[in-house]
């Protein structure tokens, strides 16, 4: 969809990054049997967009470099921490940016 095509870098760069990381194309499963990639037209995180959904988990505002990682850690059995990547650590869910601004 739009925000997520235009949002942060675009969804249409995480796709080719993690497409590129992993040898596989959307409805394929790696050799391994670990990752599968299924691509879909909307996850409802449009104001943090570009976004994945790992299990049961959202990964959003995302960079390559993000992707990477992330699919790194998972690669070695670990779980990285999901919500609003790229360094935003104030943020949990959908605040802005610059922090919340009501019912504060």
């Known amino acids: 969809t739009t925000p997520c095509m235009l949002g942060g870098v675009g969804s249409d760069v995480i796709l080719q990054a993690i497409k590129d990381d ?9 050799k391994d049997g670990q990752f599968s ?7 409802g995180a449009c104001v943090n967009a570009p976004m994945v959904q790992i ?3 959202y990964y959003e505002d995302l960079t390559v ?4 990682r992330i699919l790194a850690e998972l690669k070695a059995g670990k779980k990285p921490t999901p919500g609003p990547q790229s360094g935003q650590d104030h943020r ?7 922090g919340l601004t009501s019912l504060t």
């Not at 992993?22 to 790696?30: D, F, K, R, V, Y």
């Not at 470099?65 to 990477?68: G, Q």
């Open 37 to 43: 990639l299924l691509e879909v037209e909307c996850l």
């Open 55 to 57: 299990n049961d988990d």
């Open 92 to 98: 949990f869910a959908c605040e802005p940016k610059t």
């Open 65 to 68: 470099a993000d992707m990477k």
């Open 22 to 30: 992993l040898g596989i194309n959307p409805g394929e499963t790696t």
